[in-house]
């Protein structure tokens, strides 16, 4: 398959190198050259500079074919806006984002955008945690 | 009328401004704590400390009764969700966005944005008016930009010079609507009108005839 990440933080450059290691066509996404550093050395995917709202990034990223598009940055709106371009200006079959907000993230579910918050499941498992 | 500003930098205050002393029910959400002293202190009480794209601060001030929400912070995401979280969740009626990049206007429209406003655009096209040189001059954006009115200057060696408007054919859909010439003023063409250097013809037409139409009359 191949996968568009946006975001090199700790969660996209994690998520990009499972991905390319389990065989997949992964290209990185981020405006900060040095968040590119978090890939590993031996990293097989693609990493590329640039702003992911704009269209020449995603076009040289390769949008135009891709099959799942990812969007991890810490901005939830930037998250929803970047997918909801590549969604209905792309068609990229599937979508993904973070969002931490919890009812933007249920909104943006109802309106085609599956969305992961990471607020709702650190806080449940940090509570199975506690109660054991 | 009830309107739900978000964002209350220079846009948002002067905005603000107009609108209350246009006798409307106005309420600007603003996130930074120093920034809405300031605005308290000059508009009073119509600011609301808080992210306009979060769904409890646009439940706090009432957004469900709100006739329109204008978004007008400085990012272009925050005020595309601004606006989509006041149609989805508070069925406002009507959402207007500030965009600062004009080729995210595309997105905020199919997305569901009522109006866009791109500052970018606007003055660039004002620039351009200015710029004597420039060949081909945006006049008007009519029917929402689907059409646009067009200035062009008919420069030395063009080789419609000598020509009638019968002698050469527009791009569908593009109409000849006036030619303004040097020390006459406006002429009304039609088929046998000829062309002269320096003529500037003005043009009916849309995004995608723009560089046909500047081959057909600019061409050498």
Redesign the interface.
Known sequence: MKIIIMGCGRVGARLAEALSSAGNDVTIIDTEPFALRKLPEDFKGTALVGNG???ETLVKAGIESADVFVSCTP????N??AC??AK??YNVPKIVSRVY?P??AE?YR??GIESVSPTTVIADLLKQKIEG | MYIVIVGGGEVGYHLTRILLSDGHEVLVLEQNPARCEVLCEELGGVVYRGDG????TLDAVGTGRADMLIAVTD????N??AC??AK??FNVPRTIARVT?P??E??FK??GVDVTVCSTKRILENIEQELPSHPIIPLLQVKGGSAEVIEVKIPPGSKVIGKTFGDFKMPFGSFVLLVIRKDIGPILPTTETTLYEEDEVIVITNAESQDAIRSILMGK
């Open positions: 709202l704009a269209e901005g939830d709106n930037r929803v806006m909801q371009i209905h200006i907000d009812i933007r909104m109802g309106l | 794209c979060e769904a409890a990012g272009d995401e925050d595309l969700v989509q979280v989805h969740k990049n080729k995210n595309k997105i199919i997305l």
